[in-house]
């Protein structure tokens, strides 16, 4: 079945920065000066959030596209979220390209749209478990966000 689950790391870097492991690459993430804390050495938590998404779609249409042997080329795919309060209610997937156009281009975002693991993970969100101290004494707390919004 191949890999059954990815772990990334994060770790607190002072301020408002995060430096992140993912699958041996260092990312960074900050907020901006502006913000207290910020110091503006990377793109936002939800600036990474919009690049997986696209990083992630731009990676399935060519996949796609491989897969079909159909011509992609000037493929560009712009992602913006609208903000409600502390979450996005909506995002918006924009997708450019040269060639192919038309229906040809329709069919290979549908086709992307199922292969896609971020947007896919979006349409029908995962339960989110959050583990406390987990290594420390065998006595993490665990809470679900199922439980956390029955409990409110």
Known sequence: MGVTERTVHARW????????DAGG???VSDEPASVPGGTD?????TELFLASVAS??????????????IGLSGLRIDVTGHYNGPSFDALR????ADAPEGAELDKLVEA???????TRTLTQPPEMTYLVNP??????????????SATG
Request: proline share 4%; charged share 20%; with cysteine.
């Open 93 to 96: 997937i924009d997708v450019h």
């Open 112 to 118: 992307a749209k199922r292969v896609c693991y971020v």
């Open 135 to 148: 290594s420390d004494s065998g006595s993490a707390a665990a809470v679900s966000s199922a439980e956390e």
């Open 41 to 45: 050495t990377g793109p936002q938590p």
């Open 56 to 69: 992630c779609f731009t990676t399935a249409m060519a996949y796609s596209a491989s897969k079909r042997n």
């Open 25 to 27: 690459f260092e990312v």
């Open 13 to 20: 870097a002072g301020g408002l920065r995060s430096v992140v």
